[in-house]
Each structure stands twice: as structure tokens, then as C-alpha cells.
């Protein structure tokens, strides 16, 4: 079991309570500047758009197999058993795989500072290991983003979507892209129209570099038997050659 | 060899005859210790063009996965003569271990740059993440720099008559020289599988799940090419006689490397049914013909012994494979991502300032050393029987 989240756009009003709440949890500045500004971004962990008359939310997905955690050369990036996908600075170096891995290019990066980290929503691991909710399910005042085990969320999404057949497109958005993420997507048009890709890889992506990785102890051990191989013989060859007296 | 005492030649203290080389290399450190200042006063933002959306720009596209691939010739050529025991290849040995291991430092420079964090360039060695593409290269990097500045040891030895030690290195050299091959060929592949991870990002005509080998082969060809290169250089910069007929079996091998790779390039795009999209007018195509006409001329004219054997014609065949190289590397760690980004990417000036600094202080620190250090005169070390038998064997040409 682990914690997900559940946006439906069909119920969100634009109010962007989810963004102020989300900067009051990180301790970022938030103002009308910042809140016109629709993009994700080092100092905005999350982002309400506006697609037309239609709302969308833009946040980390907590992929179940993050690309993000298996690329990080040192570590700093981790799944939790508890859901969230959560980020020591202390370890990161700054080489930004993260960023490139992502399929939903989340993960910003404080470009300006001497000393940047890597910024992005961790689905606020702290509070949710305290019980609590996410800040930004607790701040919306229409229960468009709600928190809860992702097993359970499903199955309410799956149910808005048969109680309402008319109201949303056929789909939940997050079952399986990316092999699955812990925030699931509602909405009344096809996916793309709010914003979110489409063209996301329905498989885990750490399986597409695991692949190759895992053959690496096969390629040293069968590589130092075949290199010390041709050595040995090349070798007797040049010295039977000079002990023979011909050239070569 | 008599021991004499070791002299070091540093260009002399006078103020130095302007030439415009000199002037062109002056006024490229000078703009990269600008640029050097921009980058640590007012950090990434401050001196690259580098975005959330676009990560990785010049300091990776070309000073890292340029720079490794440059200095594979360190490996193919250790594999030749060590290994495969083709001792007629010894000549250009000492130069590509030379140019490895000064472009593996370089490389290192350049991830300074590039990293957030430069002062945790060391993190991957203590916090490991196994399933991570570039701690297993941060790793192999780290170790075959190690191994490279062993087998470059042997020159700092001869120079200085320091035979115990000599002894001690010659001794090890065959593990050591099978470990460098091994670690190559994982990272030199690596540095293609890290790009796996972005299927939906990379254009079609460059990811393919055989990256790492493709990036594996054309690091042989853009080795070889590299001797050639510099062996060609190094000849007119120290008035040395060029090694031709050697040159010219080198290119000889390189015509088949090429082959090799260009045949398995095109049985890719033909399994992975994508040769429609050669019919699009996108800077995608014309940056990937580019790439394959770079690779091609040289593959068709190395096959002909006419044109191995002029000096002039060798060398331009070398300097396309290199140029081929560059554009294929720059191609999928940079343009190639630009659409699947959703952004552009021109590099700051301030990014090319460091790329040219690096490469700038690349040639000179290999001038110096070569000046000063027995790295040309390994030749005397093989049999001068040797030497004989390779002119007058029409078969080594």
C-alpha cells in the first residue's frame, strides 16, 4: 500500500489554494507574480494551468519506478515505501540526469545560486508519515486534490468516471504511464488538452538502462577471459617466432 | 640508454614571438577565465543557456562525451599492441596514452564546470547507486584515468632513469592493460546507454537500444582517427618524419571499423522501420546526413591504397571521422533532445569559451609534454630488426 493523490480537473476552480499552500509548506515566497506564473520551476513545486475554461495541475508524479531515483549517480533521490519520491541535497552533486530522465521533465534546478539543489514536490513525505494530508489536498476548499492510499483513490476515480460517463473522458491518467505514478489524473477531455503528455512511455523507464547495466559483470568476466586469452596466445606466438629466429 | 640528466624545456621567460596562433590561443584562455569568473561568481544560470527543460548542454555534449570518445585511441591502440601483441603499431602507442590520459583530466575540467556541485565530484565513489548509468561511468572513468596515468608513468620514468620502478610497472602491465580495455569499452558504451533512459525525448533516428554499442564501435573508429590526427600534427609541429606506411594500415583498420559501423547503423534504422523520416525537412534529418556523409566519404576513400598513402588525403579522412564523431555525439546529447524538449538550445558564449579553453590547453599541455618527454621516441624501444621488417613488409602498408 502506499499514499498517492487523486487531481480531478473537473471539479478544480482555478483558485490555486493548492499552490499557496504548497509554498507555505516549503518555506518558498509566494505572491500575485508568482501565482500568474503557470510553469513548475526551482522557487513553484506546483503549478495550476489554464487550458481554455479548463484547469490542470502540474506537480511531481511519484512515479512508482522513478527514472529520476535510478539514474542518480549518488543516491540522493529515493522511493519510498510510503509513496512519496523524496530528495537528500546533501548527497546530489548538481548533474542534473534527473532532470534529462524524467519523462514529465518535473525536476527544476536553482540555476542562479552558487550552491543550487535540485527542487521538486516530494508529495510531503513528512507530513504524510505523520498522518497528516498533503498541504496542497488540505488547502483545496473543493476536494479536487485529495490524498489517500493509491489503491483506494483508483477505485474512487474509477467510480466518478462510471457514476458520470458524460463528464469525463474514459481514462485515468497514471495507471500505467511511466509503469505507473503516485498522482492520478481525472479529466473531461482527452488527456493532452489539459496539458498532460501523451507521449509518455507506458513501460518503467529504469528498465530501459537495467537492461544494459545488468550485462555488465558478464562483459568483465567473459572480457578478461577473452582479452587474457588473445594475450596469451599472441604472446607465445611473437616468442616462438623469436626463439625461432624468424621475423614476424 | 646513458642516464642523463633530465632537462625540462619550458618555453623560454623572454616575452614570446607574437604569432597568430599564439595570439588566437591568448585570447581564448583569456576569454574562458572571463567566462571561468561568470560560472563561479553567478553559477550555472549566470553562464550557461541551460534551463529546467534543457539540462545538459556544450559541457556535457561535447566536453564529456566528446572528450572520452577523442581519447579512445588510448585503448584501441594499448588492445593492438599489447593485447593482439601487433608490435608494429608501438610508434603511436606512447602519443594516444598521451592524448587518453590528458583528455581524461580534461574531461574531469570540464565536469567541474558542469556539475552544481563540483565540490562533490567524488560523491559517486562513496554513495553508490548501482542501478545508475553514470555512477557506473563516474566509476569507470575514475579508475581508467588511474589506469591511464600508470601506463603513462613509464615515460616520467625513462625520462628521469628511474629503472626500479620502471621494472615494477612493466611488470603489472598486462592485468593493467586488460583492465583499461575492459573499463573502455563499458564506459565508452555507457555514455551511449545513459541517453536509454529518454526514449520519448531522443529522436528516432538516434535512440535505438544499441546505442551503447554503437557508441562503443564509432569510439574505436574516432581512436584510430585521432592517431592519425595527431601523429600527422605532431610530425609537422617537431619536424618528425611521419610514420606513413604505419599511418596507412592504421587507416587501413579504420576503413574497416567504419564499415562495420555503418552497416550496423543502417540495419538499425531498417529494424526499427524509421528510414520515412529521412523524407521530412527537419533540422533532424540534415543534421543526421550530415553525420552519415562524415562517415561515408572517409570509409570509401580509406579502402583505397592511393589515398592512405598521401599523407595530405590520410590526414583529411582522419579529420572528417573526427568531425563525423563530433556531429553524431553532439547530435544525441543535444540537438537531438531540442524537440523532444520542447526548447532550443544555443549555447552562452561563455560555454564556448570554456569548450575552446579546454581544448586550447589540451593541445599546448600536449605539446609541452611531448617536447619533454620520451612519448615519439618509443620507436627506438622496439627492435631496430623490427623497424626493418615493418619497412619492408608491403603487407603492414
Known amino acids: 500500500m502506499s499514499r498517492a493523490m487523486l487531481y480531478d480537473s473537473t471539479l478544480c476552480i482555478g483558485c490555486k489554494s493548492c499552490e499557496s499552500g504548497c509554498a507555505e509548506r516549503w518555506?518558498?515566497?509566494?505572491?500575485?507574480?508568482?501565482?500568474?506564473?503557470?510553469?513548475?520551476?526551482?522557487?513553484?513545486?506546483?503549478?495550476?494551468?489554464?487550458?481554455?475554461?479548463?484547469?490542470?495541475?502540474r506537480l511531481c508524479m511519484n512515479c512508482e519506478q522513478p527514472a529520476?531515483?535510478?539514474?542518480?549517480?549518488?543516491?540522493?533521490?529515493?522511493?519510498?515505501?510510503?509513496?512519496?519520491?523524496?530528495?537528500?541535497?546533501?548527497?546530489?552533486?548538481?548533474?542534473?540526469?534527473?532532470?534529462?530522465?524524467?519523462?514529465?521533465?518535473?525536476?527544476?534546478?536553482?540555476?542562479?545560486?552558487?550552491?543550487?539543489?535540485?527542487?521538486?514536490?516530494?508529495?510531503?513525505?513528512?507530513?504524510?508519515?505523520?498522518?497528516?494530508?498533503?498541504?496542497?489536498?488540505?488547502?483545496?476548499?473543493?476536494?479536487?486534490?485529495?490524498?489517500?492510499?493509491?489503491?483506494?483513490?483508483?477505485?474512487?476515480?474509477?467510480?466518478?468516471?462510471?457514476?458520470?460517463?458524460?463528464?469525463?473522458?474514459?481514462k485515468v491518467y497514471g495507471v500505467k504511464e511511466a509503469g505507473g505514478t503516485s498522482v492520478l489524473y481525472l479529466s473531461a477531455v482527452p488527456f493532452e488538452q489539459i496539458g498532460l503528455r501523451t507521449?509518455?512511455?507506458?513501460?518503467?523507464?529504469?528498465?530501459t538502462t537495467w537492461r544494459v547495466l545488468e550485462l555488465v559483470p558478464d562483459i568483465v568476466s567473459t572480457g578478461t577471459v577473452l582479452l587474457g586469452g588473445i594475450w596469451w596466445i599472441s604472446n607465445r606466438r611473437a616468442e616462438v617466432a623469436k626463439k625461432e629466429g624468424r621475423r614476424r | 640508454m646513458t642516464p642523463q640528466f633530465p632537462r625540462l624545456q619550458f618555453p623560454k621567460l623572454q616575452f614570446p614571438k607574437l604569432t597568430v596562433w599564439r595570439v588566437i590561443f591568448a585570447a581564448i584562455m583569456l576569454s574562458g577565465l572571463y567566462a571561468t569568473y561568470l560560472r563561479v561568481m553567478?553559477?550555472?544560470?549566470?553562464?550557461?543557456?541551460?534551463s529546467d527543460k534543457f539540462p545538459w548542454g556544450l559541457w556535457i555534449g561535447f566536453d564529456v562525451m566528446c572528450g572520452v570518445g577523442l581519447a579512445a585511441g588510448g585503448f584501441t591502440l594499448v588492445a593492438m599492441v599489447h593485447i593482439f601483441n601487433i608490435e608494429a603499431y608501438k610508434p603511436v602507442l606512447r602519443p594516444a596514452i598521451l592524448t587518453a590520459f590528458l583528455g581524461y583530466t580534461l574531461v574531469t575540467v570540464?565536469?567541474?564546470?558542469?556539475?552544481?556541485?563540483?565540490?562533490?565530484?567524488?560523491?559517486?565513489?562513496?554513495?553508490?547507486?548501482?542501478?545508475?548509468?553514470?555512477?557506473?561511468?563516474a566509476w569507470c572513468v575514475t579508475l581508467y584515468s588511474t589506469v591511464l596515468f600508470l601506463e603513462f608513468l613509464p615515460m616520467v620514468f625513462e625520462k628521469f632513469g628511474l629503472h626500479k620502478p620502471l621494472e615494477w610497472i612493466h611488470k603489472i602491465s598486462v592485468p593493467l592493460m586488460i583492465l583499461g580495455v575492459l573499463l573502455s569499452t563499458l564506459h565508452q558504451s555507457s555514455l551511449g546507454t545513459l541517453f536509454l533512459i529518454v526514449p520519448q525525448k531522443l529522436y528516432a533516428l538516434w535512440y535505438t537500444p544499441i546505442l551503447p554499442v554503437?557508441?562503443?564501435?564509432?569510439?574505436?573508429?574516432?581512436?584510430?582517427?585521432?592517431?592519425?590526427?595527431?601523429?600527422w600534427h605532431s610530425s609537422r609541429a617537431f619536424g618528425r618524419a611521419l610514420e606513413l606506411p604505419l599511418l596507412a594500415s592504421i587507416g587501413r583498420v579504420l576503413a574497416v571499423v567504419l564499415s562495420v559501423y555503418l552497416w550496423i547503423r543502417f540495419l538499425d534504422?531498417?529494424?526499427?522501420?524509421?528510414?520515412?523520416?529521412?523524407?521530412?525537412?527537419?533540422?533532424?534529418?540534415?543534421?543526421?546526413?550530415?553525420?552519415?556523409?562524415?562517415?561515408?566519404?572517409?570509409?570509401?576513400?580509406?579502402?583505397?591504397?592511393?589515398?592512405?598513402?598521401?599523407?595530405?588525403?590520410?590526414?583529411?579522412?582522419?579529420?572528417?571521422?573526427?568531425?563525423?564523431?563530433?556531429?553524431?555525439?553532439?547530435?544525441?546529447?543535444?540537438?537531438?533532445?531540442?524537440?523532444?524538449?520542447?526548447?532550443?538550445?544555443?549555447?552562452?558564449?561563455?560555454?564556448?569559451?570554456?569548450?575552446?579553453?579546454?581544448?586550447?590547453?589540451?593541445?599546448?599541455?600536449f605539446h609541452f609534454v611531448a617536447q619533454n618527454f620520451p612519448v615519439f621516441e618509443a620507436a627506438h624501444e622496439a627492435s631496430h630488426v623490427e623497424l626493418e621488417a615493418q619497412e619492408e613488409d608491403p603487407v603492414a602498408v
Open chain 2, 110 to 137: 570540464g565536469l567541474l564546470y558542469d556539475l552544481g556541485r563540483p565540490d562533490r565530484l567524488w560523491h559517486p565513489l562513496v554513495m553508490w547507486n548501482p542501478h545508475s548509468v553514470m555512477f557506473e561511468v
Open chain 2, 214 to 231: 554503437l557508441f562503443w564501435v564509432s569510439a574505436i573508429a574516432v581512436g584510430l582517427a585521432m592517431t592519425i590526427f595527431e601523429s
Open chain 2, 42 to 50: 553567478y553559477g550555472l544560470g549566470g553562464s550557461t543557456n541551460l
Open chain 1, 68 to 170: 529520476c531515483a535510478s539514474v542518480c549517480p549518488v543516491g540522493a533521490l529515493q522511493k519510498t515505501a510510503l509513496g512519496p519520491v523524496i530528495y537528500d541535497a546533501d548527497k546530489c552533486m548538481g548533474c542534473r540526469y534527473c532532470m534529462q530522465a524524467c519523462p514529465f521533465q518535473v525536476p527544476s534546478y536553482e540555476w542562479d545560486k552558487r550552491l543550487p539543489k535540485m527542487r521538486k514536490c516530494d508529495m510531503c513525505y513528512e507530513r504524510q508519515s505523520q498522518g497528516k494530508q498533503t498541504a496542497c489536498a488540505e488547502a483545496c476548499p473543493v476536494g479536487a486534490t485529495v490524498c489517500g492510499e493509491r489503491d483506494e483513490l483508483l477505485v474512487e476515480a474509477r467510480k466518478r468516471i462510471a457514476e458520470k460517463p458524460g463528464g469525463y473522458y474514459n
Open chain 1, 27 to 57: 518555506g518558498l515566497p509566494y505572491n500575485d507574480k508568482i501565482a500568474a506564473e503557470e510553469t513548475i520551476s526551482a522557487h513553484k513545486l506546483t503549478a495550476v494551468e489554464t487550458h481554455g475554461e479548463r484547469y490542470s495541475r
Open chain 1, 199 to 207: 507521449n509518455v512511455p507506458m513501460e518503467a523507464l529504469p528498465e
Open chain 2, 269 to 365: 534504422l531498417s529494424h526499427r522501420h524509421v528510414f520515412g523520416l529521412l523524407g521530412l525537412n527537419r533540422t533532424e534529418t540534415w543534421l543526421f546526413g550530415l553525420e552519415i556523409v562524415l562517415m561515408a566519404i572517409p570509409t570509401v576513400l580509406l579502402f583505397q591504397a592511393r589515398v592512405r598513402m598521401r599523407p595530405t588525403a590520410l590526414y583529411a579522412c582522419a579529420v572528417m571521422v573526427v568531425f563525423a564523431f563530433i556531429t553524431n555525439r553532439l547530435n544525441v546529447g543535444i540537438t537531438g533532445l531540442e524537440a523532444g524538449s520542447g526548447t532550443h538550445y544555443i549555447p552562452k558564449w561563455s560555454e564556448v569559451a570554456v569548450t575552446l579553453s579546454i581544448v586550447a590547453g589540451g593541445f599546448a599541455i
